[in-house]
């Protein structure tokens, strides 16, 4: 993603809160402890890095309380990504579709439980898995939100290697890039651990990160 040129590189790093209902399932009857990881916020916090939080409707209402703790940071910006965690379009990783007549409606309802702990989410939207079409793009546009893809994926859903997140990650991003990176913990266990090196990897490099509201302004600059 080219936002032109500026005297600095900017960089945004993103995270998804994905939680379907057969995660609650698991959730249930104890099958992962927790989809939520505390460790990530603690590292952006300390590390005083400024990010966008992509957040499943049903995530939200999990662990209220971490939403909370986002929602009051102004390091941190909360845009949606869906209620359901279900396919905009299909295949998408093995999630279930959404009939796209109740796809506006789902959007909508993600950004109304976020409405519930900050009265100004971000207008930005994240199709679950990265995955829609065009029919899904007309079907969500009278919502009038910003829908926000990424160009560098970092690996840390379902990562076995926390040097294989890193190199691929930094290897990736450019001035511009949106990076996706994940704070549902049982499927992303490494990221606590690959986010301080790649914040370190570019900060080295000049690159300045910000939040995306802070990207695209600066790129319609």
Known sequence: MDHGRRDRPLVAITFDSNMTDWMLRRLDTGAVRSYNDAAVVGELIRLRVPATFFLAGKWVLRYPAETRRLA???LFELGSHSWSHAAFATPCYGLPPI???AMAND???SFAVLREFTPRPAPYFR???GC???AALRAIASVGVTVVQYDVASGDAFGT???AIVRHTLAAVRDGSIIV???TLANAPLTPLALPRIVAGLRTRGITLVKVSDLLAAGSR
């Open 72 to 74: 009051a940071n102004p």
């Open 99 to 101: 009939p796209t007549r």
């Open 107 to 109: 959007v909508r309802r």
């Open 127 to 129: 199709f679950p898995g």
């Open 132 to 134: 829609y079409d065009a």
């Open 161 to 163: 290697s926390v040097d």
């Open 181 to 183: 990176m994940h704070i």
